[in-house]
């Protein structure tokens, strides 16, 4: 079932996420990509959001979220608590992404992240072209207004996971929502991975 309601990456993570899994959506937003899960997916959901408006929007939408700082209180959460624990579009805005990352893993059976890559080439053009910071579809807001504070690459995320010894079981580059098969670090504006310890 392709989830046609959703933006093109929260399809994607959403593919990833089992029917009648226990989830955990860290940064869950107001609640859009949980509630399709839940009428969906019958996901048993979770939330946590650092913006109280959202906190508001997602409660209002019959969802399990608090408010909490996922750079700070993961730590709270149990050992495999959930099947599935989602970051998405949240990774860049996170204080210690690696150690968020492994915090995912720990809480949750397996993770599904997705960010904004910065290897896509309208980024690297508009860098070498203008030499000023880039503003694309996936990376929207001017460097001076985003709440991104780690930039990375697929192959940057990648690698990471790598070196943390976590286990990379799928991994999706999407260009304006559709999938790339070829050159994922050049040419997927989007990277979602799943991922195991």
Known sequence: MTPVHLRPDLAAVAAAVPTGARVLDIGCGDGQLLAWL???KAVEGRGIELDPNDVAAAVGRGLAVVQGDADTDLADYPDAAFDVVILSNTLQAMQRPAV????????????VVSFPNFGHWRVRAMLALTGQMPVTRSLPISWHETPNIHFCTIADFEALAVAMGLTVQGRTALSAGKPVALWPNLLGDTGVFVLRR
Do not use: Q
């Open 100 to 111: 968020v990352l492994r915090e995912l893993v720990r809480i949750g059976r397996c993770a």
């Open 38 to 40: 839940r009428d969906t």
